[in-house]
């Protein structure tokens, strides 16, 4: 590890998240760290202190589904659900940032206190419930930052995860259908995200008629516009059985999906951890579980994409996910433990796998 690297280390690890970590709700230590990013990095002097102070170039260029991403480690999606800080996460060396989830209305989510952190055991559990502007504010901040398909504004690919409340199919499948015609202009990569434990779905029966139903709208949209259909990934629990699990793989072929986002937060986990807590478990408790469903999918599948989320807390992580066949992987409570360091030392090791 470089010096700069070292330094940047101390600096999160003495300063920056005893700050944060001294508020007890850690959604206020995050609003106020999103604040902080905007606030710094919306100016050009800001942005190039930042830069100086933070930036790795990744260096592992990898085209997955036809995207080409700079570095081989994003930003998993649930930290930027407004999209206000689309233009910043570069600046920390995020080969991709996912953006969402986003819901056709805008929600509240769950009432706080709804996630907690467990600094011992390097998780934290989030029962968030979807919070998010709601689709039209949302294009409108993509907009505004001139975020586009394909046009790089953002230095790094954008996907978009979107996702529904509602139980009634027919209902979750118009909700889909408004999320990709309204989002479509922006969006490098979707993602279905049908996993989230915190809010209710369409019963898994409808998940292949959904799909189905998302890949032909976006092969429409991207027909009318002339261009390659844009990917669609769909993230999955890690909770699913192997039955489950391969009926997935099916349903990826079968619909044409572009890959698996393996994987969103873990409800038994978290039963382990904090029984008495509502929601879904992250962090490092986690990294086993993930890293044996990218095993499981890799095994069985030679060639569908496979984008690794889950418990990623140090390079070593993100090395054995890519050592099992992940093509890109995604940090969040890595992020958030261990700070931008994580990524630079990342970035600093020029080839990971
Ligand atoms: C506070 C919080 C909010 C999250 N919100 C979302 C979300 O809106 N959509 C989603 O697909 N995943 C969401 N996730 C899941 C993460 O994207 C990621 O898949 C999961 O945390 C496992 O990765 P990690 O251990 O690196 O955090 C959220 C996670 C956390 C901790």
Known sequence: MSIKTETLKNGYEEIAKPALF?????????KIAM?????????????????AAIYEMPTEP?????????????????????GKCAKYWQIFGFGHA??????????????????????????????????????????????????KRGNLAAGIPIG???????????EANKEYQQLLEKLHPHADYFVANFSCPNVSHADDNHTSELIEAMVKKIRELSNKNSTEPTPLFWKISPDLSENELLRTLEITRDKQVAGIIACNTSVELRKQLAPDLPGGLSGRPLFKKSLEVVKF???????????????????????????????????LTGFIFHGPALIREINELKKIA
């Open 22 to 30: 001294a508020f007890k709700d850690p959604e206020t230590a995050h």
């Open 35 to 51: 604040l902080g990013i905007r606030t710094m990095c919306s100016t050009p002097m800001g942005r190039a202190v930042a830069e």
């Open 62 to 82: 990898t085209t997955v589904a036809g995207i080409e991403f700079p570095g081989r480690v994003g930003l998993a999606a649930g930290m930027d659900k407004t």
């Open 98 to 147: 996912e953006l969402g989830t986003i819901t056709v209305d805008p929600r509240k989510g769950n009432p706080r206190q709804r996630m907690w952190r467990f600094p011992k055991a390097e998780a934290v559990v989030n029962y968030m419930g979807f919070n998010n502007p709601g689709v039209d504010a949302f294009a409108t901040t993509l907009q505004k930052h001139g975020i």
């Open 160 to 170: 978009i995860s979107i996702g529904s409340v509602a139980t009634d199919p027919e």
């Open 297 to 331: 999918i890799r095994q069985r599948d030679e060639r569908i994409p496979i984008i690794a989320s889950g418990g990623g807390m140090e390079v070593d992580d993100f090395k054995r996910m890519f050592d099992k066949g992940a093509n890109i992987a995604q940090a």
